[in-house]
């Protein structure tokens, strides 16, 4: 069981953000995400996109600012566990939670704080019979460690830049590629696109465009995947490993059955500290909402301070907060 102060559900730009407000108050925090890598919507939507309304950055591209966020809460040695989904939660006799995860790790914590954005990214899956049975025996919808596909066949279904980027970095370990796309041009990065066509040419993967999945097949775990191509000619291929990557939606999840006061899947909260109609569970970030919400990461930020303030009586109930600015003290002497 991991053992923290305050839980952080979503590592995205607020929920960062809120290790270092809860860091200055010697709180410490542990973040879990759905997703295997931190950064939120920036780094799983718009990596390179220039974002303008951050205060201090005339310009700076969403990946940086998420890279610089990373570097600022370092002083505070957050722990993480990412690719992993929060399912449960379940409150103690002394008031502090205990969460678990979709991997079944158990965090216990002080305080949670959701700063789940728009909620889960669930992968939107191909509609194939069987499909729920090789789920975890052969299919996967996220890389979280390429190592498990290396000597191994693997399929990789998808036309955007997750396809294009796995299609490439896996050509260098796994025994066979494939590469099935429905269409015949990508959309993603066009410098990956052609990264993969060279592979492809030079026999490095097989790719196989204008084809959609139509088989599944296997005795307990994947062993094989079908596909039609436009002409209705179907082929077969043995594979260890299908991943298909057809992008995520977001989707609030379990979250939803936390007896937490929902509106139009967002969290209600008191804008006063930002906490919710259940005591020592707060809510920030796009995840809240109140009168006049903005969803800006700067809004965000904000209110990270705030609510940090609010749940220190719940890590220190014997202390008195005594607010203090970081050019006073340094970070490190928080
Ligand atoms: C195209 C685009 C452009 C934008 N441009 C700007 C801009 O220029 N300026 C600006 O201020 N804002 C912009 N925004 C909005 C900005 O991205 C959001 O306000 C910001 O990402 C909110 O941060 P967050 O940390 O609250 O949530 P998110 O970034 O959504 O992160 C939430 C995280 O929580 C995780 N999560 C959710 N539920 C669970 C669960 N049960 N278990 C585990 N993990 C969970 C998710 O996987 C996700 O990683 C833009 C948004 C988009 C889509």
């Known amino acids: ?40 919507q920036l780094s799983e939507i718009y990596p390179q996109k220039p974002i303008y309304d951050i205060p201090g950055y005339p310009e700076v591209k969403a990946q940086e600012l998420v890279d610089n966020l990373m570097k600022q809460i370092e002083p505070f040695n957050p722990t993480f566990s990412l690719g992993e989904r929060v399912d449960f939660l379940a409150k103690q006799d002394d008031g502090s939670f205990v969460l678990t995860t979709s991997d079944k790790t158990k965090v216990h914590a002080q305080v949670i704080v959701i700063a789940g954005g728009l909620g889960c ?76 066509f060279d592979l492809a040419n030079n026999g490095k993967i097989d790719l196989i465009l204008s084809s959609n999945l139509t088989k599944l097949s296997g005795n307990g775990h994947l062993q094989s995947v079908s596909m039609k191509n436009k002409a209705k000619e179907e082929s077969t291929i043995e594979t260890d490993y299908l991943i ?18 929902i509106d139009k899947n967002a969290i209600e ?22 009168e006049n919400k903005l969803k800006l990461i700067l809004c965000g930020f904000h209110e990270s301070a705030i609510m940090c303030h609010s749940a220190f009586k719940y890590v220190y109930p014997d202390q008195k907060l005594s607010f203090k600015y970081t050019t006073v003290n340094g970070v490190n002497s928080f």
């Open 1 to 40: 069981m991991i053992t923290t102060d305050i839980c952080i559900i979503g590592a995205g730009p607020v929920g960062l953000f809120t290790v270092f407000e809860a860091g200055l108050l010697k709180m410490r925090c542990h973040l879990i995400d759905a997703l295997p890598q931190v950064g939120g």
């Open 121 to 196: 990214f669930e992968p939107r899956k191909p509609v194939l019979e069987n499909l729920e049975n090789f789920e975890g025996k052969g299919i996967t919808y996220m890389v979280k460690d390429p190592e498990q596909f290396r000597d191994k066949k693997v399929i990789l279904a998808g036309g955007g830049d997750s396809a294009l980027d796995w299609t490439i970095y896996l050509s260098q370990i796994a025994e066979k590629v494939t590469l099935v796309h429905r269409n015949e041009t990508f959309r993603g990065a066009p410098d990956s696109a052609a990264k993969v």
């Open 244 to 261: 298909p990557l057809f992008g995520l939606s977001p989707k609030l999840g379990p979250i939803a059955d936390w007896g937490l006061n």
């Open 269 to 290: 909260v008191d804008t006063t500290d930002y906490s919710t109609n259940v005591e020592r569970i707060y809510a920030v970030g796009d995840i809240n909402t109140y």
